[in-house]
């Protein structure tokens, strides 16, 4: 197994599209973008499957249509995973679980369907959670980056990564 088994990236809360469209413009031209010419080749490369966390029916068709595009095309794999939050709310997500199940839920049945070890809170150090995986995220070791996300590089992963280790995460890969 690698590093990092499954990766959550928090790139669109249904919040985030509530915005005026031209503060929405660049960065669902961006995201559209990184799904369309980035990531498949990144999770191809690595046997990455790419599930979506969120509800389509806020996103804008053309990145619904990358994203489905992706999800497909990568469906076959299965040992590693990126959860991307696109369109996502908590509240959204608990309540597509007890649609979905007829039993009490649990983490399994969310979209995320596992605790997560790690946050990395990227964007000029603020330490709000902003509605990320609030249930998964019960027990996980927090570290705030003052870089954004589109600056945030594998060497800065690494560290936060290996100074968490340090403090005593325990990593279920």
């Given amino acids: 197994m690698g590093l990092v088994d499954e990766l959550s990236v928090y790139l669109l809360s249904k919040e985030n599209l509530k915005r005026d469209q031209s503060e929405l413009d660049a960065v669902l031209e961006a995201e559209t973008f990184f799904l369309e010419y980035l990531l498949p080749d990144f999770c191809n490369r690595h046997s990455i499957r790419v599930v979506h966390a969120g509800i389509k029916q806020y996103l804008p068709d053309s990145m619904n249509h990358q994203l489905e595009k992706l999800c497909n095309q990568t469906k076959g794999y299965l040992k590693k995973r990126i959860n991307l939050l696109l369109g996502y709310h908590p509240l959204d997500e608990i309540n597509d679980a007890c649609a979905r199940t007829s039993d009490e839920v649990c983490i399994e049945d969310l979209w995320v369907s596992s605790e997560v070890d790690l946050v990395i809170r990227t964007g000029g150090g603020s330490a709000m959670l902003s509605n990320f995986l609030p249930l998964q995220c019960g027990y996980a070791n927090f570290a705030i980056v003052e870089d954004f996300f589109?600056?945030?590089?594998?060497?800065?992963?690494?560290?936060?990564?290996?100074?968490?280790?340090?403090?005593?995460?325990?990593?279920?890969?």
Avoid: C, H, P, S
Wanted: hydrophobic share 45%; net charge negative; aromatic share 12%.
């Fill in 150 to 173: 589109n600056d945030f590089t594998e060497e800065q992963f690494v560290r936060v990564y290996n100074d968490a280790l340090a403090l005593g995460m325990k990593i279920g890969l």
